[in-house]
């Protein structure tokens, strides 16, 4: 009876996923790639935006911290609202939320570094503007990750989602590459330059996703077995727009009961990305104030976006080579690259801590960068091969709510420990990514299970 009815299962089972035209796989890559270039353009100067304003290190930090937090409540909210509004209109709510904050985050700089508002209100002013990305900007990537998921195989969900990851990857290349040609001397912008640009690009991304990606949005509910629906254009529905979206087990979820982090099925790779999340953060807060002390740059501010932009781009290069190179060239599962690449990371962030100059303080912080490159896709993969293809949304929102929960007060805490004492900093760093190691041995599921289409 058993075998009969594995049989009945595979003879009803839903054909595997089309894959994504390459153009929609541009298109999505792009939405990301903006977003990720703006933020790490921005991380490349704030340094030195603070030491302009005469702020602290650590309350530089501090300022992400609140949108980090809502980050970690709205993502999940925004990804179920996916599974219901489709993925195009929360791309386009993330992209509209990353604008309207590069914008504003823009302006109260300037204004603080102008003389018009004091460094005080000029970084709670910057907070609340940044809190826009947190809040709204946070719909974008939970939405882009569903719709590659959902569509992907789960034997080639892995690289799926590397290449989707990648994205971030290119854009911290891009971002500290262009920040230092965007401190505009024109109109006083200076080093409020690259917000404003950034946010200029982010309105051309978003009308061309607007223009270029078919509308998703479900015309009504499902209701019994998966059902097709019309597009926007009036056009015969694309069988990759699916909403209704099978189980990789075959069967079809009306509304899949709640996902949370403490699902079992979902717990150890949760606490993984969430462990080994913090390690990254810490290590993201650090480097550049690192950058500014190593090189005797303090007291030249302007003179410090270039080198912390430098050593941002290198550990950005040394990630594309992890999710392009690595990944698809051993075709490693999400055990395998999680494990490996926090280790590659705990050695990078020993050589970090050491290094005195440019050149060494770059080869730490890519080889950091390498592990942490092979560490992400692993934990992403991983959370969203261990539940059904109807989960995918939810899947993805617990994904990035754990990614937003490391930059709560991780950055704020490393750059702390750093002024205290160099080596409480990156051995808290390489503490944390050892606890993955130990913890994802014994906790994460073996590839050849994870990675087996069904």
């Not at 205290?420 to 913890?439: E, K």
Request: charged letters at 10%.
């Amino acid at each position: 009876m058993a075998e009969a009815d594995t049989h009945l299962d595979a003879a009803h089972s839903p054909p595997a996923a089309n894959p994504i035209s390459r153009g929609r796989m541009a298109l999505l890559f792009t939405v990301m790639l903006v977003t990720a270039a703006g933020n790490t353009a921005m991380q490349s100067v704030m340094p030195s935006i603070g030491t302009a304003l005469e702020v602290d290190d650590v309350w530089i930090s501090l300022a992400y911290s609140w949108s980090a937090l809502l980050w970690v409540v709205c993502a999940p909210i925004w990804a179920r609202r996916s599974d219901r509004r489709g993925r195009k209109a929360m791309m386009a709510l993330g992209l509209v939320g990353f604008v309207v904050s590069m914008a504003l985050c823009g302006v109260v700089l300037w204004a603080g570094l102008s003389g018009w508002l004091t460094a005080f209100w000029a970084l709670i002013a910057f907070a609340a503007a940044r809190s826009l990305y947190g809040g709204f900007g946070s719909a974008a990537p939970p939405a882009v990750q569903a719709y590659v998921a959902s569509r992907t195989p789960r034997s080639e969900r892995t690289q799926a989602l590397s290449l989707i990851a990648s994205s971030f990857g290119l854009g911290t290349v891009i971002g500290p590459a262009l920040a230092p040609l965007m401190v505009l001397p024109f109109m006083g912008l200076g080093l409020t330059g690259p917000f404003i640009c950034f946010a200029l690009l982010g309105v051309a991304a978003l009308v061309v996703l607007r223009w270029r990606l078919p509308n998703d949005e479900p015309q009504f509910a499902a209701r019994g077995s998966t059902v097709a629906y019309s597009s926007g254009s009036g056009a015969p529905s694309d069988s990759q727009d699916d909403y209704g979206e099978a189980s990789d087990d075959g069967s079809s979820d009306d509304e899949p009961a709640r996902l949370s982090w403490f699902e079992p099925r979902l717990r150890p790779w949760v606490t993984a990305g969430l462990i080994g999340g913090h390690a990254q953060a810490m290590i993201l807060g650090i480097s550049g104030f690192l950058v500014l002390d190593r090189l005797g740059l303090r007291d030249t501010p302007e003179a410090g976006a270039g080198p912390v932009g430098i050593v941002l781009m290198c550990g950005a290069i040394a990630t594309l080579l992890a999710q392009w190179g690595l990944i698809p060239r051993f075709n490693l599962g999400p055990r395998a690259a999680t494990l490996s690449g926090i280790l590659v990371a705990a050695f990078g962030t020993a050589i970090l801590g050491a290094a005195q100059e440019l050149h060494t303080i770059a080869l730490g912080y890519s080889i950091a960068s390498l592990g942490f490159g092979l560490f992400r896709p692993g934990t992403t993969a991983g959370t969203s091969l261990a539940v059904t293809r109807a989960e995918q949304g939810q899947a993805s929102g617990v994904v990035a709510s754990v990614a937003g929960a490391s930059f709560i007060y991780a950055p704020a805490l490393g750059v702390w420990l750093y002024n205290v004492s160099d080596w409480l900093g990156f051995g808290l760093v390489i503490a944390l990514c050892l606890a993955v190691v130990i913890l994802g041995w014994r906790g994460l599921q073996s590839d050849s299970v994870l990675t087996t289409d069904r």
